[in-house]
Structure formats: C-alpha cells, structure tokens
DNA sequence: CGTCCGTTTGAGCTTAATCAACGGACGTGG
DNA sequence: CCACGTCCGTTGATTAAGCTCAAACGGACG
C-alpha cells in the first residue's frame, strides 16, 4: 500500500488519496467493530484501511421500530452493520408465521442476498435501530484488497455459523421452559456483555411474540412458559425489562453455562 | 507468484518449488472440489495454488461406518474434506442424545474447533467414508496466500450459514411429516445431484435413527411417521434405499420446491 | 443358534397448539 | 376529555401431536 494509493467512495464522489483516508479515519467512528471487537478490530492497525472501509459504507440511517430494513431497489445483495439498537434477521413462512433466526446488537454484520423467490428472509427493527451498508459487489473488493478485514470477516462469518449450529442444536431438544429460558439468557448475557447478576434490569426491545418466533413456540405458549418461570422465581418479564432473579437456576434450565455463553459473545 | 516461490509440504518433508508443485499438481486429485463444484474451483487455474492445497492436507484416510474422526490428540482445530461417502456433523447433548447438525458428502468440507469443554461436536461416519485434512494454522495460511482459495472458502462458508438458517426456520414450525419429508427430499436431492425421481431408487447410509437425530424426532415415531408417508405413496424407505414415488408431492409436503433445491445443492 | 441392532406396533401420558374471551396500554379522532 | 380500535398479554377449555414405556419381530453377524 503506498501513499498514491486510490480509494474509492461511496456514492461516486471523486476518490480519495491515503493521507484524505487517514485524515477521514480520524473523524469517522468504525463502522466494523463500533462497540463489541469479539476480534481485536485488526483494521485499527492500517488508518487506509479503516477509511477505506468507512467510506466504502453508506451513511448510517435510523430504522424506525418494527420497520423492515430495505434498500431502494438493488440487484446486489448487502451487507448491513448495526451500528445501534437491535434488529431481527427473520424468514417469513408460507403460512404467515415468521421465525426470527439471529438477533443482531451494535457491532454485529448481517449479509442479506438480493431479493430472489427462493426466501423470503428480511431484516426488522425491533425498537429504533441505525445501520449502515455496503453492497455486496463493494463487500468482495473491500475482501480483496483488506487481507485484515477479509481475515475480520472470515472470523464473523464462522463465528455466525458456529453459533448457528448451537441453535440447531437447541431448537431440537427440550421443553418450552428451556428454550425461553435459553434465550432470555442468551440475549441478556449478549446485552450486558457479562453474566446477569440478580439486581440487573435489563432492557431488551422484544415482546413475548418475538420470543415465540426466535423459539418456535406460540405467543399464548410463551406467555404461560413465563408465567411459570416467573412463579418458580427463575426470572421475570415485565414490559421491555427483565430480571434475571436465579442466574444460576437459569443456567441450568437453558443448558448453557455461563463460560459457554461469554464464549458465544 | 514467481518460480522460486517455496511450498512447505505436509509432514515436514523437504519444501517443493514451483514447478516441482505443478509436477504433482498433475498427479493428484483435486482433494478441494473433488466431486461437486458449487462454485467453480478457483484454483484449477493456477497449477501452484492447486497443488499447494494438495500438498498441505493430510494423507487421505478411511473411516469405518460409525467411527468418529479423530486426529492424534491435536491442540489446533481442522478442516476436514469429504473425498467419499457421507458424514453427520454431530452435537452429543447432556441428556445422551445426538443431535445431527449437517449431512456432508464428497466435495463438502467442515470445519471442527479444537475439542473445548463448551461442546461436543464430532464427526461420524456413516458408512465407509475417505476423509483427509488439514490444521487450522495451516489452513489459515493457505487463506493468506491463495486468495482464489480464500474467495472459494469464503463462499462455502457462507453458504454453509445460509443453509443452517433455512434450516433453522424449518425446525420450528410443521409436523413430523413435514420434517421427515423434508430431510428425505433433500438428501435425496443432494445424492443424486438432481431432482428425484419416481423409478429413482437411492442409496443413502442412513438409517431412521439418523433421521430422528437430523429432524429432533424420536425414532419411534420416524418409523411411525415413514410408515404414514409409504401408504400415502408419497415416498418408501427400505433399509438403505429409498424411493420417492411422488416427488411434486413430496416437495409440496417439504415445503422446498424443486428449483429452490436444486439452489442449495 | 443366539445375540444385537434397527424397526414396528400398541397404550397411555405430556406438552404445546388451537379456539376463545377478556383486560390493559396506547394512540386516534371526535 | 372521552369513545373507539388496535395491539399485546393473560387465562381457560379443548384438542392434537409426539414422547415414553413396553413388547415383539426381523435380519445381520458372530
């Protein structure tokens, strides 16, 4: 990479030299790693790189609760980066129903392919979310030429896959109490970075119809499965905010320890 | 790439150069693609490349039916080609039952981390399989150096996430019927690498205690089920062979057309 | 010839879906 | 300000799907 070295932006403005990228990489936050680095965000290491990338994006945008996520019309598949708030990658069945199958927080990438008739998959705002954007052919070239972000990626990519498999796996198995209990405890540990502690009032943007369509239960089932686990003081759900009373009863119910989970986030 | 360019060999054998790689580039199969080319295989077009991989994967070995792949003990994690036969990825789950995350055949490759208390995947053998591998440090390597490699990898994963997210959506919701169908139909699909049909008699190693850990079904009733679908005429399994009497009946049950199958396979 | 494994079938039970009604929160419009 | 509709959560009664336990059968293989 040598100071003559031509980036590309978005939006066809006239491309950038590296000393406009470095100058840029120090105004724009990371767009890759915002929040959470899993892995160390390797492109802090390369200020071209990093503004590369933040240049590569489209400008962030607010998504306004329950509002799908949609591009103007675009033959090119995305990928997307919540920046904050929370969304849904969900399928939407046949037969009206729709099943969320990864929640995404700040930091986290999602890669939607281009409409096609073969899946009808879509990305929701579950409470207001602002995401940025790069197209999927733009995606490639930022592959090719950031050996680093392309190894960033790589690591994403099978980490999504892993924790995908995890979910398989859980989906199969168990009682209604179980999978709730598996996903509150999921999703609290991946909204507070760390174990919930019992005085923890954790605010999450999901209802109980979310926890149905994440579970594969019904809306009616979710609310009886809380209630018992509310009355067996396991934890509670009141609005947006949950109380995680028993940590370690919960971590048995869902069959995942607590160094399994910080290990998924 | 130049000529003097140095490929360290499997097994701490004396590095080739270039034109000894291409040498053997013309005498071993293409352990990367060796079947089934989703995408087509980058690395046929460098004769380097090509033999590099070739170079760096472990001796090919068979697996008995049933057995467990298992390196010497091995502190780094693998990534396994399937060169013959069928493999389950597998998840064995506290309460002693397995749970089937994957079906790979010929051509499909899996990555396994090194075994860590927090899960107990493993890869079995469903019939005689020929598998080899390489490390996950030399793997990575190979992505650093070959980036016709890296691209193909990366689409392999990814398609690997987009699969275990159609499957997750259909985990959840429909009946027995609907999962075993479904299994069926695409295994079917994948073994023949086109759409079944009616005087099609297929062979897979699988047996419907397979069937119940890959759809989170009791074997008792897959053979229930199995039954219900052979007097319908829908579809008929027979020890290892299986026919699919009406495949459009199959695919409406599945809910997987036929075109959007030939897409996943 | 006996054993083991996979499969089949039956009976009873548990879980979660379905259908239905109701209350509260919230927003809208009169 | 109140009437209204809508969405979400709750609760009850009923139904259906799949699990568990149990027994028996058949083929493969020693």
Redesign the pocket.
Known sequence: MDGTQVIERADGAAPWNRSQAEDASQRHPCSICPVRSRVPCGLARDAAAFAALEIARSTPRWIAS?QQIREPVDLDGRVYTVLQGWVALQEDLVDGRTMILRFATAGDMLTIEPATLHSARSVVALGPALICSFTQTRHRRLLAEWPEFAEQWHSRVEHDLQLAYAHLAEMAV??????VAALIWELAFRSLRRAPRPSDRIHMP?????I?AAT????????????GL?DEGLLE????VISIHDPAAVARLSGVPEEVMAHWC
Do not use: K, N, P
């Open positions: 329950g168990g009682s209604a109490r179980r999978h999901i209802s109980q119809i979310h149905g594969g239960l019904t809306a009616v089932h979710v609310s009886r499965t809380l209630s509310r759900m009141r609005g947006h």
